[in-house]
C-alpha cells in the first residue's frame, strides 16, 4: 500500500460476498466493501452462523 495516496482509492478488492468488482468514490467516507446492502446483510450473517465476531 502505497502511504502518499488516500487507502480509499487503493482499494481493490470485489465484493466480499459475491466478488463483483466495486468503484470507490473519491472523498471522504467509507471503503465500499459490498455491491449492495443486501450482500453486506448476508456476508455478516454467514460469519456469525460460522462463529465469527461480525
Given at each position: 500500500?502505497d502511504?502518499?495516496?488516500?487507502?480509499?482509492?487503493?482499494y481493490a478488492?470485489g465484493?466480499?460476498?459475491?466478488g463483483?468488482?466495486?468503484?470507490?468514490v473519491?472523498?471522504?467516507g467509507?471503503i465500499?466493501?459490498?455491491?449492495?446492502?443486501?450482500?453486506g446483510?448476508?456476508?455478516?450473517?454467514?460469519?456469525?452462523?460460522?462463529?465469527f465476531?461480525?
Amino acid at each position: 500500500m502505497d502511504m502518499t495516496k488516500p487507502a480509499k482509492i487503493q482499494y481493490a478488492d470485489g465484493c466480499l460476498h459475491c466478488g463483483a468488482p466495486l468503484t470507490q468514490v473519491r472523498g471522504q467516507g467509507r471503503i465500499r466493501k459490498f455491491c449492495s446492502g443486501y450482500h453486506g446483510e448476508a456476508y455478516r450473517r454467514r460469519m456469525r452462523a460460522l462463529g465469527f465476531p461480525v
